[in-house]
């Protein structure tokens, strides 16, 4: 089968992307470990020591950020529904999010260690129905909200991928409702057509 005119775009573009090209050049997994980095940088979430759960890893930009910065002091798990090519320093589960045995897995993996950062850059495949995708996409970013406000230690952060759209701001009001601090953040790695943000819950609530 041919490549549709938009797949073709969308390979010139990201061959083309500077982000692309500079994760190349500094071995990173993906373009999107410099959304994190950029985040980190200006909110401090990641610091040696650590404990810091990634979910929806793969290809492992973000856990690749996160292990190097944490350290052997620190843990990081990964999980995600694709394979994710061993990295130094994080321990990977494969399995489906929403699967309880899956869930049960990645909490025995924390041996009873407080978390101090849970990170979701997870996102559903997209079907091309923008009302289908929208509700898929705040249905996972409600679970991994519920992960980190139930493991996330007193002083822990949560860092959550969204897309702006039906349940955006309903989504907002619950964080909020979580976590003293809301802020959004949209990292120049992240493409201005794209209606992904980047929310960040700090001092999480009783």
Request: some cysteine.
């Amino acid at each position: 089968m041919k490549p549709s005119k938009t797949s073709k775009q969308w390979m010139r573009e990201h061959i083309n992307d500077p982000f692309v090209q500079q994760a190349q050049k500094e071995g990173y997994r993906s373009r999107a470990a410099y959304k994190l980095l950029e985040i980190n940088a200006r909110d401090h979430l990641l610091k040696p020591g650590l404990v810091v759960v990634d979910l929806g890893a793969t290809p492992g930009g973000w856990c690749q950020v996160a292990a190097a910065i944490v350290g052997s002091a620190g843990k990081v798990v990964a999980l995600d529904l694709l394979p994710l090519e061993p990295l130094r320093g994080v321990e990977f589960i494969q399995g489906d999010f929403r699967d309880e045995a899956v869930l049960a897995k990645l909490e025995a993996s924390l041996q009873n260690k407080p978390v101090g950062l849970v990170i979701s850059d997870m996102a559903p495949n997209f079907s091309g129905v923008g009302s289908v995708d929208q509700d898929r996409a705040m249905y996972l970013a409600e679970l991994a909200m519920e992960f980190a406000f139930e493991h996330l230690n007193p002083e822990g952060s949560f860092l959550v991928k969204v897309f702006q759209g039906t349940g955006f701001e309903d989504y907002m009001k619950l964080l909020r409702s979580r976590f003293a601090k809301v802020v959004a953040r949209k990292p120049k790695a992240s493409r201005d057509r794209s209606s992904e943000v980047y929310l960040l819950g700090t001092g999480k609530l009783e």
